[in-house]
């Protein structure tokens, strides 16, 4: 078992996870494991030594972070994509004066603080008896307790911009000339089987979209060498409960972003104004249709890890776990029923007059590129021809 590929953990925003495949082909190295995961969840005994030594690991790391181009600049524009909210103050691995100057007690009171019980959860999916594993959860983690008075465990927000949020990253080493748009909304969380239907029809008219797009980019008549437009969660799902439509163009040089951006935002607009059609409808429900047919053909050899997300996502944001057999039913019962005027209704939902965001990356010359104009933005302000 290798560091950081097979034992790693990661930390988000919201987050921290430490995970840990274990062989159960020994009795010893299995029970040991939950061992282990206990210890990280409630027994560090956060020694002064061990303290200032992690220093400089993470001090190293975010060293080795800052060779890499794409890292440079996620931590320029990572303020404007979520500006006005406390996710914008700092990135995850946090600011290396705070890293490098905190005293000992304070990790130990965070320890104590956060790494509690009420905010915790083990997942364990493989091939084992599940009675074992239930006892070996209680028996491991059943003697952590939380403190006397735990602190209040705050939820953030994304707040909302009238006007229209710009910014402009150049680097040396980044290679491409990319304009971006987000145009934000906020939306539940998926958990019930309406919610379900909502992703497939948003998921249906991200393809057609796409289609569109790559029919412009083979033509070689498009103002971008690459676009794309998508409708879905916020940067991935960084912001609980925020969606976008994100649309994206890549240019020759800094001079054609303006033209490429527009290029792709009136493929988004037609569909926004005038939905799609039947044909193109029919082909994308065969290729859902194709895709649900071979996932239950192969619904035994999904991935532990894919299990593990789901259920990480039930702990975290409520998100219900749908078994293999529940999700091709549910698919194939809505292919029949999703209709278009049922994608063509959710199209016109995908943009707003506000919380818009435009972010430029491109290599660092002499002269920074041109930032698209955003006179005519918001975007459902324009208007395109049929």
Known sequence: ???????????????????LPIPTDSAELFKNGF?????????????????????????????????????????????????????????????????????HEEIRNFYKDWYRPNLQAVIAVGDFDVAQVEALIKENFG????????KPHPTYDLPGNKEPLVKIVTDPEFPYNVAFAFIRQTN????????????????????????????????????????QATYGAYQGGLVPGVEAATVLAVTRNGAELSKGLQGIMAEFQRMVQFGFT????????????AANEKANREKDKIASNTFVQAYLKNFMYGAPVISPDFRYE??????????????NAAARKMTGTENLSIVVQAPEKRRRPCPPKHSSWPPSTMRVKA
């Not at 078992?1 to 995970?19: C, E, H, R, W």
């Not at 995961?37 to 400089?56: F, K, T, V």
């Not at 001090?59 to 524009?77: F, L, T, W, Y």
């Open 188 to 227: 539940k969380p998926t958990q019930t089987t309406d919610d379900i239907r909502r992703g497939m029809v948003l998921s249906m008219a991200n393809a057609m979209l796409g289609a569109r797009i790559n029919e412009l980019k083979q033509k070689g008549t498009a103002p971008f060498i690459d676009g």
């Open 330 to 343: 549910i698919t194939k019962k809505f292919l029949n029923e999703i209709t278009l005027a049922e994608i």
């Open 35 to 103: 061992k282990i995961l206990a210890n990280w969840a409630g027994h560090i005994s956060m020694l002064s030594p061990d303290i200032d030594e992690e220093r400089g690991v993470i001090v190293e790391e975010d060293r080795q972070r800052g060779k890499n181009a794409q890292s440079r600049m996620q931590k320029e524009v990572m303020p404007i994509l979520l500006h006005g909210s406390r996710y914008a103050e700092r990135i995850p691995i946090g600011k290396i004066d705070i890293i490098e100057n905190f005293k």
């Open 1 to 19: 078992m290798k560091f950081g590929a097979d034992l790693n953990a990661y930390t988000s925003f919201d987050q921290t996870v430490y995970q």
């Open 278 to 289: 039947q044909s193109e409808l029919d082909v994308v429900k065969k290729q859902t249709e």
């Open 143 to 150: 003697k952590l307790t939380n403190p006397a008075k735990p």
